[in-house]
């Protein structure tokens, strides 16, 4: 199929170019290519957006418990409610944060939560493109550590059945994870080659534990642990030394404005890792403390809240890099690019909408106006999934009555 006459983000400008796909990924990007075609005529065509941090099924808690400090956040409503979840819940819960996904432009997200086995199948069902982690709670115990990789050995081996499921090791977290823990993943990442997903460094209080424990800062402690092969959510708190720790081992972050806005988390220092050349990937984190998974809010507050100091710091161009082309990368994807070579993971915007008009600057309108209801049709894998905002692989209206009957039952269990 070429899709012809649309106007295309291409290598950080925005220009008129045609772009043959077949099967699943884009071969050729040109001007006049003859063929089957599709018309995309008054339509901006960006690679899909990826989010790199999510805890997609919590769209069930969303709203339940808000403007409230982590602890008490966590927990006397978040953990209770997520220990009487069920599988058919985290799928529903799934399906629903997909359709708001896919009706917000994101293509591809980067998830860490549990019954991840429901997740990857509302992945396969929807079309959408997933990567997986069941996120391991070890506590220091062997046992539950066992049963923790076992389980996440069994998503791996799931999500090897389709090619729009990928996997990722998702220890939680550095205080909820011992280093003999961490480690033990480390080996089975280099053994399986695959990536490991972990929260660290979200919250003051939880520098201040690691430092009270180790007399060290959590990437110090860490360092031994660190490699390229680590996406690292949040990076809030971090040293000089700590930087350059993320730095010389290759790590990579996913910055999640919105959330730690929210939770009173902190601003992670985007300008000084962009400075170092450390890899910058844009996440939403759950509904349960964002409480959108509209990525094109977390990009647009991601801008404003760099620029306190300095306007010029992330320009609209770098935001928009940061919301596709390096979450390609933070998740080791051909995505979030319109490349030869590149999985056809594409967004088509319609340019007569007010938001996005006039057109002195079509990237900075995309991240400082643009409403997401411009984004007309979706495709995943060289396939639509929504055309003109109607999702075409799933219902969506029993997706919301289900999930509205799922969420009221699950906080009365
Ligand atoms: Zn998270």
Redesign the pocket.
Known sequence: MIIKNGLIYYRGEIVKRDIEIEGNKIVRIGKNIEGESYNAEGKLILPGLVNT???LAMTLLRGYADDLPLNEWLENYIWPAESKLKGEDVYYGSLLGIVEMIKSGTTCFND?YFFMDKTADAVVESGIRGVLSHGCIELSDPKKGEREIKESLRIMKICEKNDRTEFMFGPHAPYTCSKEFLMKIKDLADKYKKYIHI?VS?TENEVKGIEKQYKMKPMEYLEDFLNENVLI??AVHLTEKEIKILKEKNVKVSH?PV?NLKLSSGIAPVPELLKNDILVSL?T??TA?NNSLNIFEDLKIMALIHKLKDPKNLNANECLKIATENGGKALNLKIGKIEEGYFADLIFIDLRSASLNPEHNLISNIVYSMDTESIKDVMVDGKFVMQNRKIITLDEEKIIEKTEEIAKDLVNR
Do not use: K, L
């Open positions: 941090h999510t805890h860490m929260h979200e959510a949040h999640n959330s996440g984190d759950g403390s």
